[in-house]
C-alpha cells in the first residue's frame, strides 16, 4: 500500500507539472519524470523507509529495500546498511551482537528499522552503544526467537516474538512457600515441607511457623485453639496455608483474633475430622473434610467375612480378627453308613469358587459308581440336565477306561467301580464353577486316585456340567447304591 501511495504521488506530481506534449507514457518497470524546475528528483527526496530508486534520471525505478543478510559468528555488528533486511545469527556458541548509538552521525535515525532471527544453538545478545533498546541495555534472543528493531532516533525498540527456547546457565534458585532448600547457587535439592506439629494441651496457639505443616490435636477433653489476625506484622500474610487435624476425643474450636474464618467468628472440627486453613492475608478460609461423626457410638456385634477371623465369633464384646493363614474351609463333614455326603450352608457370596476335597471314601457295597448332583432353592436337588466325561489310568498298565454321560443325565458321574475291599477308598478334589451366576450354567472339574473293584489302583480326571442357571445351594455325593461307610469331605472357600 505504502509502494502504491508513493506511485500515485510521484505521477500525479509529474503529469500535473508538465505541459501535455510534454508527458510521456509509463512502462510497467518504470516511471519516467519529466523534467522541470519543480520536480526535486534525489533518490534522497523521493525514497525512504523501506523503499529505494534504482536507475538514473529521467528513468528510475522504485523498488523495496529488502534482502537477508545471514551473519554466522560469534562477534557481529549491525551496520546502518541492514536497514529494512532479516539479519540472521547461526552459531552453535553464544553470539554477541553491537549496534552503534542510534541516530549516531545521521545512522540508525528515527526511519531505521531491520528484523533479527537467531538461528543458532547458542543465545544472541544485542548490546547497542549508549542507547537503550526497550529501556534496557542488552536483548538476548533464544534459539529460533526473532525480533524487529526500530529506531527512535536516539534508543532502541523490540518486538520481540516467541522462541522455541534455547540454552542457558541457572546462576540461583530460591525456595517460597512450603519448599526448603533454597537459595540453590550451585547444586542441592528443593523439598516440600511436611511436618507435623504434634499439639496435646487443650489450649493451642497455630504460629505463622505452622505454614505448610500438619497441626494434630489430641486430647479427651475440648481443645480452644486460637490463631493471630491475618497479615498482622507481615505473619500470616496472603497464601499462608496449614493443615489441622483433630485426633482427640473433644472438639477442637479455632478462634482468630479479629479475622474470621469461613465469614464466621470460629470453626469446629470435630473428632477425626481435618481442615486446610487458607489466609487471603485479610481473613482466614476453611476447606474441611469429612469425620467419623459428631461422636461416638457403641458396635454391638462384629461378624468375620471371608478371609478373615474372629476371635469370638461374632464378637460382641471384646475379641480379635486376624487374616486367615489357613485354609479357609467352609464345611466339612464325615460319613459312617451315610446315604449321602450333603455340603448345604457353605455355599455362600464371600467366596469367587469352591473346592470340594474328599479323602477315604470307602463304599459299603463293592464295584459301585460315584456320583454327584446339585442342589437349588435350599431343598430341592435336580436330577436332570446334566453331562458329563472322566478319564481313567491303570498305575500298572496305563489308559484302561472312558466314560460319558448325554446332556440329559441325571447326575455327574466322578469314578465308575469304586472298591470296598480292604484299604481301598476313593479320593478326589473338585473344583466347582458358577456356583452363584444366575445366568451361567454350573461346571465342575477335577482328579481322583480311586481303587477299582478288584484293588487295582487307578488315576483319573473327570469334569460336568448342569445345564441350569438358578443358583446352587448345596452340593451331594453319593454311591450308585447302598450307603458310604466312611470318608471326609471338606469345603473350601477359593477367594478371587
Known amino acids: 500500500m505504502r509502494t502504491k501511495f508513493i506511485l500515485g504521488a510521484l505521477l500525479a506530481i509529474a503529469i500535473g507539472a508538465a505541459p501535455a506534449a510534454a508527458q510521456q507514457s509509463i512502462g510497467p518497470d518504470a516511471i519516467i519524470i519529466p523534467s522541470g524546475p519543480t520536480i526535486d528528483k534525489t533518490a534522497a527526496n523521493v525514497a525512504g523507509g523501506c523503499i529505494a530508486l534504482t536507475g538514473s534520471w529521467p528513468k528510475q525505478t522504485i523498488i523495496g529495500a529488502a534482502g537477508v543478510d545471514a551473519r554466522v559468528t560469534t562477534s557481529e555488528a549491525i551496520a546502518d546498511s541492514d536497514r529494512c533486511k532479516l539479519v540472521t545469527f547461526s552459531n ?11 541516530g549516531s552521525g545521521g545512522n540508525f535515525n528515527s526511519t531505521w528499522v531491520a528484523r533479527l532471527l537467531n538461528l543458532g544453538v547458542g543465545s544472541v545478545t544485542l548490546t547497542p552503544a549508549t542507547s537503550t533498546i526497550n529501556g534496557a541495555s542488552t536483548l538476548v534472543l533464544t534459539t529460533g526467537q526473532g525480533a524487529d528493531i526500530y529506531s527512535d532516533g536516539t534508543n532502541y525498540l523490540a518486538q520481540v516474538g516467541k522462541g522455541s527456547g534455547g540454552s542457558g546457565t541457572v546462576t540461583s534458585v530460591a525456595t517460597g512457600a512450603c519448599l526448603t532448600g533454597g537459595t540453590i547457587t550451585t547444586t542441592g535439592t528443593i523439598a516440600g515441607i511436611n511436618a507435623v506439629d504434634p499439639r496435646t494441651t487443650t489450649s493451642e496457639a497455630v504460629a505463622n511457623s505452622d505454614q505448610c505443616k500438619l497441626v494434630s490435636f489430641n486430647n479427651a477433653s475440648a481443645v480452644a485453639a486460637t490463631i493471630a489476625q491475618a497479615g498482622a506484622g507481615g505473619n500470616f500474610a496472603a497464601g499462608w496455608r496449614a493443615s489441622l487435624l483433630n485426633l482427640g476425643a473433644g472438639t477442637v474450636t479455632l478462634t482468630p483474633a479479629t479475622s474470621t474464618i469461613n465469614g464466621s467468628a470460629t470453626l469446629a472440627i470435630a473428632t477425626a475430622k481435618g481442615c486446610d486453613i487458607y489466609s487471603d492475608g485479610s481473613n482466614y478460609f476453611a476447606q474441611c473434610g469429612s469425620s467419623t461423626g459428631a461422636g461416638a457410638g457403641t458396635v454391638t456385634s462384629v461378624a468375620c467375612g471371608s478371609g478373615l477371623t474372629c476371635s469370638p465369633s461374632p464378637i460382641v464384646g471384646s475379641g480379635t480378627v486376624s487374616a486367615q493363614t489357613t485354609v479357609p474351609f467352609l464345611e466339612q463333614h464325615t460319613a459312617s453308613a451315610s446315604a449321602t455326603l450333603d455340603f448345604t450352608t457353605g455355599i455362600t457370596g464371600a467366596c469367587h469358587e469352591y473346592e470340594l476335597d474328599v479323602d477315604g471314601l470307602v463304599p459299603a457295597s463293592n464295584n459301585v459308581n460315584l456320583l454327584l448332583t446339585f442342589q437349588t432353592g435350599g431343598s430341592t436337588w435336580q436330577a436332570s440336565a446334566y453331562s458329563w466325561g472322566q478319564n481313567n489310568t491303570l498305575h500298572t498298565a496305563g489308559p484302561v477306561a472312558a466314560g460319558n454321560g448325554s446332556a440329559s443325565a441325571s447326575f455327574i458321574q466322578i469314578f465308575p467301580g469304586s472298591s470296598n475291599s480292604a484299604s481301598n477308598s476313593t479320593n478326589l478334589r473338585l ?42 445351594t448345596g452340593l451331594r455325593l453319593a454311591f450308585s447304591s447302598g450307603n458310604i461307610a466312611s470318608g471326609v469331605g471338606t469345603l473350601i472357600c477359593i477367594v478371587q
Do not use: E, M, P
Open 92 to 102: 552453535a556458541g553464544a553470539v554477541a551482537a553491537t549496534i552503534a548509538q542510534a
Open 431 to 472: 473344583r466347582l464353577f458358577n456356583a452363584l451366576n444366575g445366568s451361567l450354567y454350573k461346571g465342575v472339574s477335577g482328579d481322583d486316585v480311586s481303587f477299582f473293584n478288584g484293588g487295582a489302583a487307578y488315576q483319573g480326571n473327570f469334569s460336568g456340567t448342569w445345564q441350569g442357571t438358578t443358583v446352587l
